[in-house]
């Protein structure tokens, strides 16, 4: 399906680093490129998950004729593209689709082109007996040439699609796109260096490229011989017989052996500029196991979606701009110091932008990740040890569960080696029920079956008095464990036995952890600074404000105050599906002034988020807006945007300030700058301050009890 020459050159395309001579990354390009063969090949339309871009950057160099099209424009559209690419054998490309066409069967059937057998099409007469129905109630059917190809990517990680789409015309297969670890440490190696050595970046493209035309001439130059060899042996006279033949034959091998050695030359000059990109490697690593980090957010709440462009732009690229080239040097005998030099300013950045994002009740989790993800990656921790402080017990049942699945579908077949098989849990009897409850002796009868723990109940039922010490303790992470565990047991291990003995206390000693790993900076969630988003956002990226039902008044009051201290007129867009209309023209008077729109009641009305993401991203033509326009749309974390509006946007998380003592300071500060002289300017200023102070107290006593459902 393929010839040697196409296939290096989407292995060039779709590799972050072409001239990359590590065969791990050879072999995850490789697949990569299987998957694109077989987007091209295949009889069923595909879906391509693409989460990082890759599907998308490698469908637009492929294919010569591409309309693209956004997932968020008309159906109507849509269909009209495809019925004019379908006869001239061009493609279409339907980006970013939609979650909520994906998760309805009934839309994407209709949005799909259904292959049905017909006569030969005398209009265009290259094109087979083939003819395609579009649209959910077409019946007159569209010519298909046999060139023609239609893609659909998804910014998802995961879709489920139902079984419908897989019977009948309605063919559809879903192919993931998505970057490998390693793939992923390459493309943040790929942005280092063409960030800090911009010039031997271009060489190693000017490389490739030079490489992919001596391929090419490689080629044409064996056709031209085997030409020349066709047409003397045509003739009656012997090739050996014909001197211009031998002689032509003679200087196309020279030039093919020319060709050869120079690609030679070129193999060994990329084996050379790789090696000199070995001092960016570790750093390439942190941000790969960070942005790892960021991804699996998006399973705590659908809010927290991150791109791998915004990733790159925000928090790689501003956290080393400020680092010469010469710290990235590889000292082995400080090496260690070195990388903290380099890494600590990632860490700092990525913490400070993700944070202003994060509800206050996952910026801890958050946290333990940033401590916890670089230790997993170089193996100081174990994996099961950080499944159990996550989930307990239930991970070694899932475990098993996986492990028996598997044995039942091949009786014959070992465990896999993903999945090894836990150790089974030994019943023994509860030694300490006055002080000990049974499920977290249950836990702990789970926990030593990992390799870690082995030995831990007896040596429990050996010491119980030395345990029981640690489970009364006010701090028992503070507390060493008795005899050799003390020593053997280090961070996450010591953090799965406080687990099982006293989970009350989990949240403490994870913050002493963190505190131990990342610094104290990282158990202060930074202040929400309105001027540094006001700086981050662009008049067509809107700004997307994360905060709970009841905070969701405070969160408009809080946009208000702001474009008031900035001199910004402000509309109000409550989005109903009966008066979208009025929404739009709000929308698009906005956008040609300089005030600011907010944005609330989204989930009443998904069709207005489709008409968004028309105008963001410049779906229904160039669209132009005023510098000082900012649109901001106020989302509860229960009802939440489309991934692609999310991924696009400038988010953070309003929440009040919690405490009677920070919400009266914040009550003051709001009176204050709205009107400086508030306190002084009453004639009674004496019995007015009292006044104030007593209903800002009433307010945040009444604030906190909200807290107990009082």
Partial sequence: MLDEGHFREWQDMLSPLPWS????????????????????????WPLLLDPHGVALKWVCAAENQLTTLHGSLQHSKMWAAVETAAPMGTSVLIKDMCENDLANAQTLTGLLPRRINSMESSEYPSVQNTKILVGLNAVKGVACHEDFRFYMTSQQQECSVAKVLWNGREQLIVIDFAHSHAALKSEMLQVIISDKQTAMYKEGRSLVQQNRRNRERILEVESEILKVLTETSKGSSSVLDNGLAIEKSQSLVAEVCNLREQQLDINRTKCDLYLSH????????????????????????????FSLRWFVDRILISSLKDIPS????????????????????????LYR??????????????????AVRPLLDTGAIGSAEWQFLLTGTACLQRAEGLVASALKRDATASPPDIFPAPQRVEEHENPAKSWLPDSQWTEMCSLSTLP?????????????????????????????????????????????????????????????????????DFLVAPKVDIDEIMAESKPLVPIVITTTQENKASAVSFVVGAANRMGRNVSHILVV????????????????????????????????????????????????????????????????LTTNLL????????????????????????????????????????????????????????????????
């Fill in 21 to 44: 001579p590590t065969n791990d990354l050879a072999l995850e390009i490789e697949t990569v490129v299987q998957s694109a063969l077989f987007a091209k090949h295949s009889l069923r």
């Fill in 353 to 370: 932008h993700i944070s202003r994002t994060l509800l206050s009740k996952d910026r801890l989790l958050f946290a333990l990740l940033l």
């Fill in 452 to 520: 870690a723990f082995s030995g831990l109940i007896e040596e429990f039922e050996a010491q119980i008095k030395m345990w029981k010490r640690i489970h009364d303790s006010q701090e028992p992470y503070t507390q060493p464990l008795p005899r050799h565990w003390d020593a053997d047991l280090r961070g996450v291990n010591r953090l799965c036995i406080l687990r099982c003995l006293r989970p009350d206390q989990i949240a403490n000693a994870v913050r002493a952890f963190i505190h131990t790993q990342l610094g104290e």
């Fill in 278 to 305: 070995k001092r960016y490697m570790p750093t390439a690593q942190a941000a790969q196991v960070f942005f790892c980090a960021i991804s699996d957010l998006i399973h705590v709440e659908g809010a927290y979606a």
């Fill in 577 to 640: 599906a009966s008066r979208t209309g009025v929404a739009r023209r709000t929308l698009t008077q906005g956008l040609s002034s300089s005030s600011w729109v907010i944005i609330q009641n989204l989930q009443l009305c998904p069709g207005f988020t489709t008409h968004l993401e028309e105008v963001f991203f410049n779906n229904g033509g160039p669209v132009s807006a005023h510098v000082n326009f900012r649109a901001w749309c106020v989302m509860d974390v229960n009802h939440i």
């Fill in 647 to 710: 991924k696009a946007a400038t988010k953070f998380v309003y929440e009040p300030p919690r405490g009677v003592r920070s919400v009266v300071l914040d009550l003051y500060n709001a009176a204050l700058e709205t009107n400086p002289d508030f306190l002084s300017n009453c004639t009674r200023g004496n019995e007015f301050r009292r006044l104030f102070f007593s209903l800002c107290i009433c307010h945040a006593i009444l604030r906190e009890r909200v807290s107990y459902a009082s």
């Fill in 326 to 349: 010469n710290d990235f040097k590889v000292d082995e005998s400080n090496s260690a110091k070195n990388m903290d030099g380099i890494v600590a300013p990632l860490t700092h950045t």
